[in-house]
């Protein structure tokens, strides 16, 4: 609902939303599919290790948001502000078997997860100065993860995709973050297994600016990510071959991992990079309808790099890393993947 011309704002702006989708499962976690199998030169079938439920349904996912846009001093600056609420209930789970079912893998539904969030966004005109201008915008989001429920009869586990408690891996629990991290933490010289960290971070931030002064125009892109936790087994590899740079500090990170007594190797992967820059031309019209003949209205020339540089604490190549994709459950575990590139383009954008 909109209230042009409220008090100081030029617009105000209430708005709410209610969503509810579902997820079909796969049609061979519904019905057990078979395979080709070759037996003492015969060809013949068997029934593949999943489990399959025919009476498998949907997850279900509900979100609830509400925001408020304004703008202020003639529209030159604007606010956006959400929350957000999502419910995920009817999960389609895996759950291995013992081999003497004849079956690896069952898929069922059950369990609930709930997410909230807050996101915020601030831009506007800083400065305008006869052909110069510039525009600035700065984004906020983080979000917040919880179990609600198991199935009857599911205890506390540990998804796939994980190189064990000893680094620090994930671990599905009724009332935690379902992102949590837990290890072994020393105390009075006990190995207690705790939750140490999360592969989710505190909240994300984002800024970017763009300078134009006449026909040029400069962009640029800071990404900020304070906290989540990596695994850095990279680390590890380096330490238990000792060929780590830091030999005294390696010897002493192997020497607490094989007491069982410390998850050395959980790292903070908070990090500032210069995610993005841009530098184009456009060129004069009176240029543009000689070359083209006035087939064309417009060319512009471009030229960008992408992460071109990193601020981070984190020991490995990169923060930003997991062998496992950007999954919330189980993401950040670096074992020697390929960081994110650095890339460079140069390109013609031409308006007919």
Known sequence: YRFPKLGPFDEFKLRAAYCETGNEPLYNQKYTSLLGVTNSGQNGVTINGTLADPTLHPEREKEIEGGVDFGLFSSRVAVSLTGYQKNNSDLILQQSLAPSTGFTTRIFNGGEIRNRGFEASLSGDVLRSGSFTWNSHLTYSMNRGRVMSLPDGVPAFRPP????FAYGGGYIEVGKS?????????????GVLRQIGDFQPKFNMGWSNEFSVGRFKLYGLFDWRNGGSVVDISQNVYDELGTAPDSAASA???????????????????????????LSYTLPSSLVSSMFGGRVSGVRAEISGRNLATWTKYPGLDPEV??????????????????????YFFSFDVEF
Do not use: C, M, W
């Open 178 to 190: 379902p992102s949590q991290a837990r290890g072994i933490v020393d105390s009075a010289g006990v």
């Open 252 to 278: 002493a990170r192997v020497e607490t991992f094989h007491s069982g007594l410390g998850s050395v190797y959980l790292q903070d992967g908070s990090f500032l990079k210069l995610r993005e820059v841009t």
């Open 161 to 164: 995709n994980s190189f064990g």
């Open 322 to 343: 997991s062998n496992f994709g950007n999954q919330n459950i189980n993401r950040g575990q670096d074992l020697a993947p390929y960081p994110p590139t650095r890339s």
